[in-house]
């Protein structure tokens, strides 16, 4: 059985219609790309690649761009997770985490969504420095830091209900000893209608 995210939180956005579709939304995460093909066959299609980039996946879009990359911070702050994100991290349910959500955007447009779960205690020593990340990307983070090893892929199907949502998802969790953080990835299909630049 898949495990879903329905309580995800809408974060505040600016006025434009654009931007106020670009929320995330329900998912339901699939262990691996063949189990959530069976129920949409869309994860066999452009999107393909990106479902199932390993190492860095900020590198990858950087490597797609043309002209240039950047993230947009849209919330980032303590709060709760949703439950099965609590539950996936094996954290108390009331218990508060850092929770970071951007936008990676590709020459001039969003291509990923991407929410982040820090529970306290990866916040620890030299982890206070994942409060400060500013629009720097976590990945670049991460991937410099060899202590950090990412998990399985995980393939999530969205479930829209606003035009613009992304429909799937890739998610990992990131272990560094006892601790381990959440980075989920919403693709946006502005990203696999091209071909990915290899």
């Given at each position: 059985m898949?495990?879903r995210?329905s309580d995800?939180?809408?974060p505040p956005t600016?006025d434009h219609?654009?931007?106020a579709?670009?929320t995330?939304?329900?998912?339901?995460?699939?262990?691996?790309l063949?189990?959530?093909?069976l129920r949409?066959?869309?994860?066999?299609?452009?999107?393909?690649y990106?479902?199932?980039?390993?190492?860095?996946?900020t590198?990858?879009l950087?490597s797609?761009?043309?002209?240039s990359f950047?993230v947009?911070?849209?919330?980032?702050?303590?709060?709760r997770p949703t439950?099965e994100e609590?539950?996936h991290?094996a954290i108390?349910?009331r218990q508060?985490a850092?929770?970071r959500?951007?936008?990676?955007?590709?020459?001039?447009q969003?291509?990923?969504?991407?929410?982040?779960?820090i529970p306290?205690?990866?916040l620890e020593?030299?982890g206070?420095?994942l409060?400060?990340l500013?629009?720097?990307?976590?990945?670049?983070y991460?991937?410099?830091?060899?202590?950090?090893l990412?998990g399985?892929?995980?393939t999530?199907?969205?479930?829209r209900?606003?035009?613009?949502q992304?429909e799937?998802?890739r998610r990992?969790v990131f272990?560094?000893?006892?601790?381990a953080?959440?980075?989920?990835?919403?693709?946006?299909p502005?990203?696999?209608r091209?071909?990915?630049?290899?």
């Amino acid at each position: 059985m898949p495990s879903r995210d329905s309580d995800i939180g809408q974060p505040p956005t600016n006025d434009h219609t654009r931007a106020a579709t670009l929320t995330i939304p329900a998912t339901e995460w699939y262990r691996s790309l063949a189990a959530a093909g069976l129920r949409n066959p869309q994860v066999h299609g452009p999107a393909r690649y990106w479902l199932q980039v390993e190492g860095s996946f900020t590198r990858a879009l950087q490597s797609q761009c043309s002209r240039s990359f950047h993230v947009e911070v849209q919330h980032e702050g303590f709060a709760r997770p949703t439950r099965e994100e609590a539950r996936h991290l094996a954290i108390p349910a009331r218990q508060v985490a850092w929770i970071r959500e951007v936008r990676l955007c590709g020459d001039g447009q969003p291509w990923v969504l991407a929410r982040t779960i820090i529970p306290l205690a990866c916040l620890e020593g030299r982890g206070r420095r994942l409060r400060h990340l500013g629009n720097r990307p976590l990945g670049a983070y991460l991937f410099s830091n060899p202590d950090w090893l990412r998990g399985p892929l995980e393939t999530g199907l969205c479930h829209r209900t606003q035009p613009g949502q992304p429909e799937l998802a890739r998610r990992s969790v990131f272990r560094f000893g006892p601790r381990a953080l959440l980075v989920g990835e919403y693709l946006l299909p502005e990203l696999y209608r091209q071909a990915p630049a290899l």
